[in-house]
T-cell receptor, first 114, second 117 residues
Framework: DTAVSQTPKYLVTQMGNDKSIKCEQN?????MYWYKQDSKKFLKIMFS???????INETVPNRFSPKSPDKAHLNLHINSLELGDSAVYFC?????????????FGDGTRLSIL | AQKVTQAQTEISVVEKEDVTLDCVYE???????LFWYKQPPSGELVFLIR??????QNEISGRYSWNFQKSTSSFNFTITASQVVDSAVYFC??????????????FGKGTKLSVIP
């Protein structure tokens, strides 16, 4: 009964391909997030959704498109993958804003672009 | 704009030593939350503690303790009698209490702690 689950855990693909990462949370939270962790371990917010509504869209290329079909899911689709997209992508969720309640993270998806 | 600085990139200690991880933050918000997360070698992010800016009391949880000092904008983390299982990257993070910025965590760059047996 994993709280925040991401699939796949590893994703190896070629430059130019399109790929998706799925995220589901069973905590009943209303806010979900995507973070990117680069090769130097730096974690940076990409998107946050509250009740399926986009709240935060940091300076992320248009090739990245999040989709929230319902409050329990926030998927990340990436078009035309580039070498620089190689990173670990973390999904997270919280009840309300990230400050009032801690964010709970998934185990991450390691994306490697060949 | 908010900023979290973890000046110690890497720390190595011998098992059973005490170690303190430093965290200094910058924010213009009057109310905010501070966090510590642990990322062990397996890669997941584990929540350790959340502290409200109103509450400057230090907190202790087993071998872990946290010292929040608003006057110096610091939220330091001490591990007493370190163990090999404490080896991980530790992240300090900040979130304002309200506004669009509250829908994200601003992380420091992390401190990699290695505990040598």
């Amino acid at each position: 009964d994993t709280a925040v689950s991401q699939t796949p855990k590893y994703l190896v693909t070629q430059m130019g391909n399109d790929k998706s990462i799925k995220c589901e949370q069973n905590l009943g939270h209303d806010t979900m997030y995507w973070y990117k962790q680069d090769s130097k371990k730096f974690l940076k917010i990409m998107f946050s959704y509250n009740n399926k509504e986009l709240i935060i869209n940091e300076t992320v290329p248009n090739r990245f498109s999040p989709k929230s079909p319902d409050k329990a899911h926030l998927n990340l689709h990436i078009n035309s993958l580039e070498l620089g997209d190689s990173a670990v992508y973390f999904c997270a969720s919280s009840q309300g804003t990230g400050g009032f309640q801690p964010q709970h993270f998934g185990d991450g998806t390691r994306l490697s672009i060949l | 704009a908010q900023k979290v600085t973890q000046a110690q990139t890497e720390i190595s200690v011998v098992e059973k030593e005490d170690v303190t991880l430093d965290c200094v933050y910058e924010t213009r918000d009057t109310t905010y939350y501070l966090f510590w997360y642990k990322q062990p070698p397996s890669g997941e992010l584990v929540f350790l503690i959340r502290r409200n800016s109103f509450d400057e009391q230090n907190e202790i949880s087993g071998r872990y303790s946290w010292n929040f000092q608003k006057s110096t904008s610091s939220f330091n983390f001490t591990i007493t009698a370190s163990q090999v299982v404490d080896s991980a990257v530790y992240f300090c993070a900040l979130s304002p209490n309200s506004g669009a910025g509250s829908y994200q965590l601003t992380f420091g760059k992390g401190t990699k702690l290695s505990v040598i047996p």
